[in-house]
Structure formats: C-alpha cells, structure tokens
C-alpha cells in the first residue's frame, strides 16, 4: 500500500471553494495495458520526570471536574456576550444555501431519456455539507477572528433508489436526510449555532473556540451524584438526553459529511474528524459509529480502499495527537482489525486519501513531501520511503504495480484550500488568484499564491529497484479537475480510463474527453456505475447530480461511459434542489442486501468501558491546549472581561502588605532583657501578604468575586534568638514569601493573575475557577499563608488548598512541596499533631471532590505514609483543625456543616457556606482505624475551627475549642453589605432584642466551649466555659501537654469592634484560661486571666515558649507579635506565663511593620535547624517516588510500644517525651 506525507494544508474535504464543475471529464490511459492484467502482488513483508507528570496529571483530574461540574448556561452565556456571529453570504446562497430534509422518499416520473434497462438496481447516494445555521458562520470576539468552512456543514445523504418491479419498469426515487451525529443532534436541539468555529482563523481565536466547544458535563441528580459519565451515550442504540453541558465536550462538530462508503454490506458516512456512522440505506437512518469491536478509536480516513479478492478494507487516521497517523486493515466481514500500525509521524498532518497529506491549518509551502510504500501488513520499518517534489493533494485515482515501479495517479495541488493568515489578503482575492491558471511571466507572479489551487491530473512513478522517482502532470494545464473516480472493479490494477470533475475552467486536451454541461450548470458526486457482466473497464454509466442555476431545479444524470461526451442517456429531475457537495458512491443491489433496516451488530456498539476512554483521550488532548492557552489569550480575556478594583481595607493599615526586607537584620532595640533561660531558636510567623491588594475585586459578565483576606500569598517572619560564645544575645529578623508553584506565577506576571473565586457570585466563582486552571493550570493560589508547623526537624508552611511546602529555616527558602514520598496527594490541614513519645504525626485533609476527608498518620522520620483512610464523607466540608487524646490512640475527627464545592453551585448555592439548620458530630476513631471504627457523637451544629486539646477522663473524651456558630465568609443568601453583616456577625448576641436573627447576630462571636464524649453510654454534654462578654479564637497550649489533662491554655481575644467593621480580626488581648480554676462569679465556668495591650496595639502569632526541664505546665513564656496603629511600629513581646498580666519582660522593635495574620506562630529550637533538608536532598526526600504498599485499615507498624492492633491497652509509661540524641539532633540527611 502507499503512503504519502508533506507539509499539508487546510482541513477541509475537498480543493475546491468555487462551483465545482462545469462538465464531467474522463482520461484516459497514457499507455496499454492488458485488459485482464491481474491484482497487484503484495511486496514481501519486512520486518516528562516523575513529579511534574503527576503534577500534571493532578491538574488535569481537577479540570475534568471542574468541567463537568460547569451548569450549560455559564459558558452559553459567556458565548452569546463575547462573540458576535455573522454571516459569510457565499455559504448562504444559491446552490451552497442548505435544504431541508424532504420527509418520505418521493417516487419519481420526471424523466427526460430513459434508464437503461441493464442499468443495475442500487442507491445512489451522495453525501455533502447542509449547516443548521448558515446566517452564523463567522465568530468575533476578544480573542480575534474565526469562521466556518463550506465543508463544516452537518452531513446530508441524498439517495436515488433504482428498483424495478415485478414486471421490470423501473421505479426510481428520492430521499435525502441529515446525518444524526451526535453533534448534530445537539445543535438541533438548541436550535441556534454552537460550536464555535475553529478551524479556519486566527490563531488565538481557534485555540480558545476549541477549549470552549471541549468542555462538558454529566448530568446531575438533586443531590448532584454522577448520572451519566459522557455527555451523550446510547441504550439499545437510541440516543439518551442523560448529560448536561459547559459546552460541548467535543472540538468540532463530527459532521459525517464528506463520503460514503461501503464495507461488509453496511453503508458509512464519513468525515475526517470522527469515526465513521453506520447508515441504514432504506431509510438513511443513521445506527451509530463503528469502532470495530472496539479495537479503533481514532478518526477515520474518508477514503478507505478495498481489497479485491479478499475484501478487506484498508484504513488511516491522522491525528493532532500523536499518534499521528495510524494505519489498519479490517476483516472483510467487519468484525476485526486484522492490523494496525503507528507510522511514527512527528507531527499532525491532515492526510485525505491514503498517499496525499496535509497539515491541519497551514501547508508549509517550503516543506517536504513524500510517499511511502508499505507492505500491507507491514510495519513502520518496512516502509520505503520517495522523496517528491512538494505539494498538498487530496485525491488519487488509482495505483498499481508496472515491473519494478509503483505507479500512482491522482490529482495534485500545491497549498490548500483553507488561505494562511500569513496571507494578508481576503479570501476572495486569495482565491482569485490561488484557483487560475498560473501565468509565471507575469510581473507581480507570487509562486506562493497564484495558481496553486488550480489541480490537474498527476503521477508518481517509485522505481522499487533503483529507488528513483519519475513524476509529473499528465494533463494539460489549461484545465483544473479534481474528485477522481474510476470503475473501481480496478482499484489497486492498471486501469485505462478515469473520471474528474472539472473546475469551472475553459480549456481542451488531446489527452481528455469531457461530457460539457450547460451554461450555469454545474455538477457534484460524480461516480462510475460498472455494468454487472460488462467486460470492457469503462462498461458502465457516470452518474452525477447536476444542478442548474438559471432554473434552481437538480437532476441525476446517467451518462454512458463509452459515448461520454453525448448527451445523457437519462435525466432525472428531482423534487427539490440538491446542494453543491463531495463524493459520490453507488450500493449495488446485490450487495446491499445484507443491510437489514435498523439492523447494528456488535461492531457499533460501544463496549463498556468506551465513553470512558474518549473521555480520557479528550482530556489528554485538553492538557495540550490548557498548555497552549495558558499566557496570552486567557490572559487578554481576562483584561478586556474583568475589571479588577480595590477593597479598601485589604490595603489599609496593618493589613496592607509589605515587601521582603533582604537579609536577615541584627536587632538592638529592647526594652527590657531577653531572659537568660529562653531558649535558643527561631520565632516563625506566616500570614497572607498579598502582591496585588488593588486587584481584589473582579467584575464581569458571569457576575462579582472578591478575594479574601485569607488568599494572600504567604509571608513568613521570623526572629532568631542566638548566643554568642560569651552568651550574649544576638537576636535578628528576616522576612520572606514562601515561594510557592502560583507565588512565582503571580510575580513574573507583575499583576493580577488568579481571578479570586471563595466569595462572590455561583456562576461567577465557577467561571473564576474554569479560568484560572486553563489559564494558570490551577484553580487558586497554593497560598502556603496559614500556619507554619515541625516534624521531623523540618519546617512546614501549610494552608489547606495544597500540600505543604518544606521551609529551610534558617534562610526561610523553599525547599519544595512535601507529600510523602509520593504517598500523600490530598490538600493538608493546618493544625496536624505530632503524637509525643512516638514522634509520629496525625494529619487530615479535606477536598471539594471525592475523596472529601482523608486522615493519615506519618512516621516520625517523615518518610512514610503509616496509615491513610477515607472517611467517606458525602460532600466537601472544610474542617480546620483535629485531636489526638494520648493514651487511648484515639483520632477525633470534628464534622460540622461548613460546606464548599462545585456541586453547590450547580444548585444554586454559594461555593463555600456554613449552613445554620444542618448537624454537627464529632467522631472519635482508633488511631489506626478504619472508617467503620469510628464512634460518632452527635452536637449541637456550630462552626468551629480550633481546638485547645482533649485528652481523656475516666470514660469520657474531653474536647475543648472555641466555638463560633458561622463563618467568616458571608453567605450570598445575606442581602446586606458585608459591614453590616459582619457588625451583627462579631458581636455578642443580644437574643432579647425586637430584631434578634439567630442566623446572623453573634455567630462569629467565638468563645472557649467543651464536649464531654462519653464512650461508655454514649452520651454527650457540652458547654461554654468561659463568660459570654468576651470572644476569643486562636488557642495555643504548652504543646508538651497536648494529648493530656493540662491546666491552661492562651488565645488571642476579639476586638469586636474593630473587626466588625471589615471582617478582618483585630485581637486588643491575650487570654490566659485556668481549665482547673472556676469563675469567681459563675463557678460553672473557668477562670480567665488577660494580659491588656495599650490603646491602638492588636497582637497576631501568639504562642507559648517552654521553659526547658521545668515541670510546672505554665512555666515559660507567651511571645507575640504586636503592631501599634498608633505609632506604625511592630515589636515582639516576650510575656512571662506565671506572671501574665504583667508587662512583658521583653519587647524587641523590629525594622519593619509585621501585618496581622491569624493562626499561631511557632517557636523552634535552634539545635534542630541543621536538620532541615537542602535544596538539593529535598529532591529525594519530597520526590513522587510511591511507597511500596500502605498498612491498611487496622494494620500497625510496630514501632516502640504503639501501633499494636490493641493500640488502646498502651500504659501511659510509654508516653513519656523521648528526647533525641544530639548526635540526632545534628543529622542532616542526605
């Protein structure tokens, strides 16, 4: 078989704009050949790194989710504004105008001539473009300019029906119908143009029409459960309306408009982009694809050729993905691929029939062409390859074997038919000159346009001896043809006669003989029709549809082969017009007689698994072109759709960011003395810094988002404590972003990046979210802002949306994200607990798609992933913080209505909201149990993000935190602005007041509240602890307690009044509660102690520093940053816990302001710095390399005295803190 490459050009299925033809032609041979000459004979067979694919892989399941979860009218409507549709009048007029479908088959007695009597019974059928909408065939909009193509119409077939009755009149009929795609079918029903063109454009423009003709989505139940997985799938071969759409899930219409052929008695209708349709040829219904069983599921050449002899059907694709050209070879009942071989093309090239290529929107008028002969079973390696002259065509007539030479004949052009943009000239003047005869003397003569469209006969002689090529035309070039035929009884032999449609050109040849149509008519689908015992190769009739343009009326012509430039034998006058169109075929009685009506064997039907498939295949294609959209054309969207604003108090004051100060600076400025017992190490804050606070606020047509507070990128700040060897203090600062994926992003774009998604409209977080990963491949910043914490003498910056990023402490780099070796790839709380004793910590992460709540347990080296379970949570809860009681090994896991996804959104509810009627539990779970193990408890519903600690009394699990009743977020359902709504939110309630809601008043008023969980009878009490004057939030315990009964604890108390004006915390106070010491008012609640700033001071980062080797649980200090609004100034104080409401016995002025932030800071020991990974070791220790196997649900890893499946019997002996050696303390890995 032979195989043709070349640098390609347009799309389309024919090269031919212009009327197609003036009069049907037919050529003959250049040489005798043997009439009876036999087959030819077959030539003699011849024999990304790991963590950036998953990365990617990673993004591109979270795109799979966000497009599915998109409702259909979002990008609808995103189209209807954004894109101005409009007319190509040429595709809308005369003979190119589409028909509509004609109903019944309509018998038919208009017959000027007669039918031959041995003409044979059969269908004529044509197929052709018929668009639904041809008034909206061009796209403008932000992104530039594209337009639809004549050949991007939906296929119609139009058959004539030869039969003849009992008594042997002929009875001849006429029906024509549209191919019922499945892109058919969808632009029918929403009666209104729908894909976006893309082939034929501007770059940009079709990048971005194709990205938004991709998309779909399942349809959703009430609860938004899966229904459907594809967006059209079939049952017992019907069509089913199961799916909902973003668009489309498809980049182009499969139009089925460009041939049909027939294989194994079954009729197919065919374009390039798709597989082919099975077609009942009685009634033109379409069955379905065919895939063979399942073995192809590429798209599908429109020019198949079959073996005579063994009927088999040789077949190709080319593809933009690799693979980009695959050959096969079907059994010739239809069941099986015999063969099927990649061709190892390096790139897309649109190859038509089997020999010619092309590239998909551009021929490289400067590349390279070249034809392959093949074995037919053979491989890449047994092609032989013939380099020719460089051309772009479509067709060929035939090929066969001549001695030593391969003989191939078609029709050759030099460009294609879709004009570059590199032309700066309009389509009409580009066809103009790219359709006519080229004058090569004229002066202005451009070998790069003028007549490289005007196609005449061609041939290529491959000598497989000498391995030289002899090639040129064979007509002459004063006329254009195309669209050749022959009888195709000598498909694949030397054959003596052929057939072409000819260009609307006026010019004779010795070589050729033309069949003249009248003045302004012109012809479609022409085909050679071979009578049944006819001996000569050109024994038969053309037939062809004519129409003439004077009268508006189309008919069949029958004209004899062998007095082809007389008149017809027959014509037939139809009911109605027939369009312009492409390839014709003829189904011959006798061998369509196996087509049953709606009769689909198992080669169309799709095999479990299939949709599944093409789904993959289209997101593997969608990385490409998120890859591809990434920069500038989402980035120009953005620009011209969004108009970005500033909110105020996100850039006021202490809240508004500052820049990273460079090295580390000395401090000298105290006020007072660093105690001598303090220990040596660093102080470490993170908080949100964002670098665009001007940019906060998007508008657009989808609706309004704002970023939060919470959505800066993180900023880390830290105060080293050093001794010289004197012992003097040398205490210094050093500030720095954590150098997050999207911090970097966001830097080198200079500007906004991210479209802010949390808060704000349903449809626009959505369209927000569906930007940002196709622009940036992630949905929003990995903001790495809330929460600094240690394990296994590293330091991790954490915020829930990502993994954690591993921080050298001692230059406050980023290493990298850590996951475990590869284990761990959920977002990661902010609040994990190290369990003392074993070292090891207890992790949890929550997800808006399933799974929605994972918990795992890492070993105490940080090496490996020692448990991980599903809680199996329904929906997406964002859940801050978790416990570990000690001695029991118990988990509790707090689940409470605070509910975000995309799933909400295709309700109409708001992305993330805390729901005032739903319930909250909490479960407490063995340490390395399974989700059946949990024992729930259920409470009364709140909202709470953070704990002090639990720990166990007698039966009971004794869960303390600070409450609050809603979040910080304001639901979109609250009509009133965000002021208003956060001065009620914050304050204390006053629950006897005439206009008292309790879905608003005080809900964010947070105060210290317990759960007693009794696990003996199952009962559960709860409480506030501490007096309802005052909120508090952000507790912090001496951590060497946590686990165990301990006595106190520290928070940083609300400024309601302050915060109630923005909804950003401002906390005037530091709370020290007496867990064991009752109020001296209300002996039902705990003592609290407070250590007062100074008027316009508000403290961030508090936390408590422990003495070393003392027993008492308050010995130490509580270190706080504190900024004065008053004075613009940020210190750090160093408050004596024993003496709490005392002045400090240190403040230290730092160089710089320090913004407010909200969770904890963290203080470490300066021993354990040198543990911190290098750049270089932190490749191996946080590369994706998967662990070996998981223990699984109940399984333990003996490691000391825990991890025994009767985990609960441990003493608590065993949990006594193990000290490290120092040799351990000073290891660096490496």
Request: charged share 25%; glycine share 8%.
């Amino acid at each position: 078989m032979l195989i043709r490459a070349g640098p390609g050009g347009g799309g389309g299925s024919s090269s031919l704009l212009q009327r197609p033809a003036t009069r049907c032609m037919r050529i003959h041979s250049l040489k005798a050949a043997p009439d009876n000459q036999a087959a030819a004979q077959h030539l003699a067979l011849a024999p990304p790194n790991a963590i950036k694919k998953k990365k990617q892989d990673l993004m591109m399941t979270e795109m799979s989710k966000i497009l599915k979860a998109v409702p259909s009218n979002v990008l609808g409507r995103f189209v209807h504004t954004a894109y101005k549709f409009s007319e190509q009048p040429f595709l809308n007029e005369g003979n190119f105008r589409p028909v509509n479908e004609i109903g019944e088959a309509i018998l038919l007695n208009n017959i000027d001539g007669q039918v031959p009597e041995d003409f044979p019974e059969g269908v004529y059928i044509r197929n052709g473009p018929n668009p639904l909408n041809p008034t909206q065939t061009m796209a403008d909009s932000i992104f530039g300019s594209t337009s639809y193509m004549y050949y991007e119409g939906h296929g119609m077939l139009h058959a004539v029906y030869f039969n003849k009755s009992s008594l042997g009149e002929c009875k001849i009929s006429y029906k024509n119908k549209y191919v019922d795609s499945d892109t058919f079918r969808l632009e029918r029903e929403r009666d209104e143009v729908t894909f976006v063109p893309s082939a034929d454009g501007q770059p940009y423009a079709s990048l971005v029409a194709f990205a938004i003709n991709i998309a779909s989505i399942p349809k959703l139940d009430i609860n938004g459960t899966n229904v459907s997985k594809f967006s059209l799938i079939r049952k017992n071969n019907h069509p089913m309306k199961t799916s909902r759409h973003l668009r489309f899930g498809k980049a182009v219409k499969d139009s089925a408009n460009t041939n049909i052929f027939e294989h194994a008695g079954r009729a197919f209708a065919i374009t390039e982009n798709h597989l082919p349709y099975v077609i009942d040829i009685n009634s033109l219904n379409t069955l379905g694809p065919y895939n063979i069983n399942g073995a192809w599921e590429q798209p599908f050449t429109s020019h198949p050729k079959k073996i005579h002899g063994s009927g088999e059907l040789v077949i190709m694709e080319t593809n933009t993905k690799k693979p980009h050209y695959v050959l096969g070879v079907i059994s010739s009942d239809g069941e099986r691929l015999l063969h099927k071989v990649d061709l190892k093309f390096e790139e897309g090239k649109l190859i038509h029939d089997i020999g010619v290529t092309t590239k998909f929107i551009e021929n490289d008028m400067n590349g390279k062409s070249r034809i392959g002969v093949m074995p037919r079973f053979g491989d890449v390696e047994s092609i032989i390859w013939f380099e020719v002259e460089n051309h772009c065509s479509y067709h060929l007539f035939n090929c066969f074997e001549d001695e030593h030479e391969v003989v191939v004949r078609g029709c050759r052009i030099l460009d294609s038919v879709i004009p570059s943009g590199h032309h700066r000239v309009d389509k009409s003047k580009w066809y103009g000159r790219a359709f006519f005869q080229p004058d090569k003397d004229l002066e202005d003569f451009d070998p790069s346009l003028d007549g490289i469209l005007f196609s005449r006969p061609y041939e290529w002689r491959l000598n497989l001896k000498s391995g030289e090529t002899n090639e040129g035309y064979i007509t002459s070039e004063e006329v254009a043809m195309d669209f050749p035929v022959i009888n195709d009884k000598f498909m694949g032999i030397r054959n003596k006669y052929g057939y072409a449609q000819v260009v609307d050109t006026l010019a004779t040849s010795k070589t050729v003989e033309y069949h003249v149509l009248k003045e302004k008519q012109f012809c479609s689908g022409v085909q050679f029709v071979a009578k049944e015992n006819g001996t000569d190769e050109d024994d038969g009739w053309i037939v062809t549809y004519v129409h003439d343009e004077g009268t508006n009326t189309s008919e069949v012509y029958i004209i004899d082969a062998k007095r082809f430039s007389e008149e017809p034998v027959a014509k037939i006058i139809l009911p109605q017009r027939v369009p312009y169109g492409f390839h014709g075929s003829f189904f011959y009685k006798h061998r369509a007689s196996s087509i049953i009506q709606n009769r689909i064997d198992s080669s169309v039907a799709q095999p479990p698994g299939r949709w599944k498939k093409k789904q993959d295949l289209m997101m593997t294609e969608m990385s490409k072109i998120l890859k591809a959209v990434a920069s500038n054309v989402l980035g120009r969207f953005v620009h011209t759709a969004y108009k970005f604003s500033e909110q105020p108090f996100l850039n006021e004051g202490n809240f508004r960011p500052v820049d990273e100060i460079g090295e580390a600076i000395l401090l000298n400025n105290f006020d007072g003395e660093v105690p001598e017992d303090f220990p040596e190490g660093v102080y470490i804050r993170n908080g949100p810094n964002p670098l665009n606070p001007t940019q906060t606020i998007a508008n657009s047509i989808f609706g309004s988002t704002s970023y939060t507070y919470y959505e800066g990128h993180g900023m880390l700040h830290a105060v080293y404590f050093n001794k010289n060897n004197l012992g003097e203090w040398k205490i210094s600062y050093k500030n720095k972003y954590v150098d997050s994926d999207t911090f970097r992003l966001e830097r080198e774009k200079n500007e906004v990046t991210f479209v802010p998604l949390a808060e704000g409209q349903p449809y626009a977080s959505l369209v927000a979210l569906a930007i940002n990963i196709l622009r940036l491949g992630k949905a929003a910043k990995d903001g790495a802002n809330t929460n600094i914490f240690e394990h296994a003498g590293r330091a991790f910056a954490i915020a829930e949306n990502h993994l954690p990023y591993v921080i050298d402490i001692n230059n406050l780099n980023t290493l990298g994200p850590y996951n475990i070796n590869g284990a761990w790839d959920q977002p990661f709380t902010s609040h994990p607990k190290k369990i003392h004793g074993s070292g090891e910590l207890v992790i949890m992460g929550t997800n808006i798609e399933k799974p929605h709540y994972v918990l795992g347990v890492i070993s105490s080296d940080g090496e490996r992933l020692l448990h991980k379970v599903d809680l199996k949570f329904e929906e997406g809860k964002f859940i801050h913080d978790i416990a570990i009681p000690l001695y029991n090994r118990y988990n509790i896991i707090m689940d409470y209505p605070l509910k975000f996804g995309m799933s909400r959104i295709l309700l109409q509810k708001p992305f993330i909201e805390n729901d005032m009627n739903g319930k909250s539990r909490i479960g407490v779970m063995p340490r390395f149990g399974d989700v059946e193990s949990i024992i729930w408890f259920d409470v009364e519903n709140h909202c709470s993000y953070h704990l002090f600690n639990c720990f166990e009394d007698e039966h009971e699990i004794v869960v303390r935190g600070c409450r609050t009743l809603g979040s910080v977020i304001p639901s979109g359902r609250h009509r009133v602005d965000k002021s208003k709504w956060y001065g009620r939110a914050f304050f204390q309630p006053d629950k006897d007041s005439e206009g008292f809601d309790p879905s608003l008043d005080g809900i964010l008023f947070s105060r210290p509240y317990e759960w007693r969980l009794n696990l003996k009878s199952g009962a559960t009490n709860e409480g506030y602890i501490t007096s309802g004057k005052v909120a508090m939030d952000f507790p912090v315990i001496n951590d060497k307690f946590m686990g165990i009964r301990n006595k106190y604890g520290y928070a940083q108390v609300v400024d309601t009044l302050a915060t109630s004006k923005t909804g950003l915390f401002k906390f005037k106070m530091i709370a020290k509660l007496h867990f064991d010491m009752p109020d001296k008012e209300n002996k039902q609640l705990i003592s609290v102690e407070y250590h007062v700033l100074k008027e316009k001071q508000f403290c961030s980062g508090v936390q408590f520093v422990a003495k070393a080797n003392r027993s008492d649980e308050d010995d130490g200090w509580v270190v706080t940053y504190v900024h004065d609004e008053g004075t613009n100034t940020s210190e750090v104080y160093i408050i004596d816990a024993k003496r709490f409401s005392e002045e400090p016995v240190t403040k230290i002025t730092l160089p710089q302001r320090v913004p407010y932030a909200t969770d904890e800071g963290a203080l470490r020991n300066i021993q354990n710095r040198t543990r911190l990974d290098s750049d270089e070791s932190v490749n191996e220790k946080f590369g994706n390399e998967k662990q070996d196997a998981l223990p699984q649900s109940g399984q333990t890893e003996s490691q000391g005295c825990h991890h025994a499946k009767e985990a609960q019997n441990c003493t608590r002996s065993n949990w006594l803190p193990i000290q490290p050696s120092r040799d351990e303390q000073n290891r660096t890995d490496t």
